[in-house]
């Protein structure tokens, strides 16, 4: 399995920003996914899912304003990111659901 994520960015706060996860080595149509992030000195956090039938969850903090979806045809998932806030800046991971696999993270810097 190999996830590559890109999209992260500087930017100030009241913007957005959309993340890319391109996945390989996996029957991706089929597998769950989510979105995590972690900013400096705390840990990892579980922020966005989705299934395989496109049912998504969202954590509190990130809820009506962030949204996960998947596009089976290139093996991508996605994260659309408004309203950035500064306590969004982490950097941002992708996971197939049930497995250790991360890619290198995408840095989001959100500025006051």
């Known amino acids: 399995v190999q996830l590559v994520e890109s999209g992260g960015g500087l930017v100030q706060a009241g913007g957005s920003l959309r993340l890319s996860c391109a996945a390989s080595g996996m029957m991706f149509s089929i597998s769950a996914m989510a979105w995590y992030r972690q900013a400096p000195g705390k840990q990892r956090e579980l922020i966005a899912t989705?299934?395989?039938?496109?049912?998504?969850n969202y954590v509190d903090s990130v809820k009506g304003r962030f949204t996960i979806s998947r596009d089976n045809a290139k093996n991508t998932v996605y994260l659309q990111m408004n309203s950035l806030k500064p306590e969004d800046t982490a950097i941002y991971y992708c996971?197939?659901?049930?497995?250790?696999?991360w890619g290198q993270g995408t840095q989001v810097t959100v500025s006051s």
């Open positions: 989705i299934t395989s039938g496109g049912t998504t």
């Open positions: 996971n197939k659901i049930g497995t250790t696999q």
